[in-house]
């Protein structure tokens, strides 16, 4: 089992995932460790930027449009000080963008969980990095490459409360969880007198934590290790209790750009971009190696 450490994480100075489609977009131009990071990104052949295709569109306008965060740690946050998208999801899209267009140049509409499968199927954005869990009712909407990550769902809990050490003890309580994710079929079959309260983005659903909302809170495990590290009130209190892959979101039906980012994104982990990018991201918070990336089409959704 890896070994959890403190890292500091940048205040988000008040910004929050309003979760609509409306939300402005921000350029993520790449900082310098980013651009550090992904120097050695590969940079697709022109012959793999078929006439009339998705990433021939994607590279005639000069960016990517990516739906994501800006409001979770280690993930896709946004650092106030430089306007600067960071985390593993924001610079797995810049790789992406990269692959596409020569550099990496994107730009980050702010989504929630419940917008996300509007804003592929409007063209909004072009694809989705936002802990966007495969699962089979939502590959009915949409189309994930991928996975490209591996994680679980966890409880945290104001610091110091007791009687919840495993996702049965929910049964009866207040507990909170975002809206449109994993977490509330687990929560309803694990626990199923527990009483869920939805938000749409991780910092409100801490805030409601905070102010005694809710008695626990079900998320990723990896954003929680992260708001703990962050906020020392708040405090993991079990391991993970289900296995979620994470998927690229893709409009539904176009099955020449999932091949096609598929294939990019074995190039990432066999270059060992995939691995920079974590280290330089989950990795500051858990310790070791780079975990073993998940096999590409190796679920069902996938």
């Known amino acids: ?23 402005p977009a921000v350029p993520g131009a790449p900082s310098e460790k980013g651009s550090d ?22 590279k005639q306008r000069g960016e990517l449009l990516v ?50 499968e509007a804003l592929l199927a409007n063209g909004t954005v072009d694809v989705v990095f936002q802990t966007y869990t495969i699962t089979e009712e939502r590959a ?9 990550y591996t994680s679980g769902l966890t409880i945290a809990v104001k610091k110091g409360a007791t009687g919840i050490a495993k996702p049965e003890d929910l049964n009866g309580k207040k507990v909170l969880a975002g809206a449109n994710t994993p977490a509330i079929p687990a929560i309803k079959k694990l626990a199923p007198q527990a009483e869920i309260i939805t938000f749409g983005s991780d910092p409100e659903c801490v805030q409601a934590l905070k102010q005694d909302r809710g008695v626990a809170y079900v998320q990723d495990e990896t954003i929680l290790i992260a708001d703990a590290k962050k906020d020392p009130s708040i405090e993991i209190v079990t391991k993970p209790f289900t296995v ?19 294939d990019w994104l074995k190039k990432t982990q066999d270059t060992g971009v995939w691995q920079d990018i974590w280290k330089k991201s989950i990795g500051t918070v858990v310790t070791g190696d780079a975990p073993q990336p998940p096999q590409i089409g190796s679920v069902p959704g996938s």
Do not use: W
């Open 244 to 262: 979620d892959p994470y998927g690229i979101g893709l409009k539904h039906g176009d099955d020449q750009f999932k091949k096609f980012v598929n």
């Open 140 to 148: 009915k909407q949409v189309a994930f490459a991928g996975p490209y």
């Open 67 to 116: 739906g994501g965060s800006l409001d979770a740690p280690l993930l896709s946050q946004q650092n106030p000080a430089t306007g600067e998208v960071e985390g593993f999801d924001a610079d797995m899209g810049k790789a992406l963008a990269k692959y596409i267009l020569g550099e990496p140049k994107v730009k980050i509409v702010n989504s929630a969980s419940e917008t996300r």
């Open 1 to 23: 089992m890896k070994r959890f450490v403190a890292v500091v994480a940048v205040s988000l100075l008040g910004l929050a995932a309003c979760g609509e489609s409306s939300s």
């Open 37 to 58: 990071v992904l120097a050695k990104a590969p940079v697709a052949a022109a012959a793999d930027i078929l006439p009339g295709s998705t990433m021939e569109k994607i």
